[in-house]
């Protein structure tokens, strides 16, 4: 099942991606560019880019890159906010790269990992491996799965402005995989979408990585470099092509 085609609409993009912070994207810029040790005139490529906050923000700061995605829509967004950066988006789906030790550093952000069965996942790793260039680094941002089951929301109801959402969780133990409902009810129309993803732990997601050919820098639990604990919302993974 390809959730993603339908999850990732025009609701999505109003809901969840536009109103995402500036000042956040920056933040999380300095520590891409800390952690993966670019310096301006790199190139990185940014898988599952969304509408490209992170590469452009980059691009800002002297480095270049390609972003991939699979949304159409997320991609002409992209194009259009770049203007006269010097990155490239393309609507590509990210288990079709076939990009060869071009990369200065890859970047996967906001769990864009973790959409397919467990060997096309394993494959997007080996993939995005072989893009970079010898000795660089992979950083790789998905939630923690132990706070993510701790404090997993069973049912929740949200108004955002004329939009409500009504959205439903439950976690697999047999899977590791997180099934979502969600309801969206705009202007009198009623909207459904299902999302199943897989989560990782912090050893399922290093034995991923090794298989894919990486040895792990560190493993962080957020944006300042803070260390992975139990209660932390990310689990953020730099990794370097051996």
């Known amino acids: 099942m390809e959730w993603f085609k339908e999850w990732f609409d025009e609701n999505y993009l109003e809901l969840f991606l536009k109103p995402q912070n500036e000042e956040l994207t920056k933040r999380q810029v300095d520590f891409i560019i800390d952690v993966l040790n670019l310096n301006r005139g790199d190139r990185v ?10 590469l452009i923000e980059l691009a800002k700061r002297g480095i270049k890159g390609v972003g991939i995605d699979i949304v159409d829509r997320f991609i002409e967004i992209a194009k259009e906010n770049k203007k006269d950066l010097d990155i490239e988006f393309l609507k590509m789906d990210e288990r079709n790269t076939n990009f060869s030790e071009e990369f200065d550093g890859v970047i996967s952000m906001w769990t864009s990992f973790g959409y397919f069965s467990d060997d096309e996942n394993l494959s997007v790793l080996k993939r995005i491996q072989k893009a970079l260039k010898p000795n660089k680094r992979f950083l790789l ?3 923690n799965v132990y706070y993510l089951i701790k404090n997993l929301v069973r049912e929740r109801w949200e108004r ?3 939009i409500f959402l ?7 133990i047999m899977n590791g995989r997180i099934k979502t409902k969600r309801i969206i009810i705009k202007e009198g129309k009623v909207f459904e979408y299902e999302r199943i993803y897989r989560i990782f732990t912090k050893t399922e997601i290093e034995e991923y990585l090794s298989l894919s050919g990486f040895k792990i820098i560190n ?7 803070e260390p992975l604990k139990e209660n932390s919302k990310r689990l953020i993974v730099l990794a370097e092509k051996t």
């Open 141 to 143: 941002d998905i939630e």
């Open 166 to 172: 009504l959205e439903r969780n439950k976690f697999s």
């Open 160 to 162: 955002k402005g004329n």
């Open 45 to 54: 490529l940014d898988v599952g880019c969304g509408i490209g906050r992170h």
């Open 219 to 225: 493993v962080f639990g957020g944006y300042t470099k």
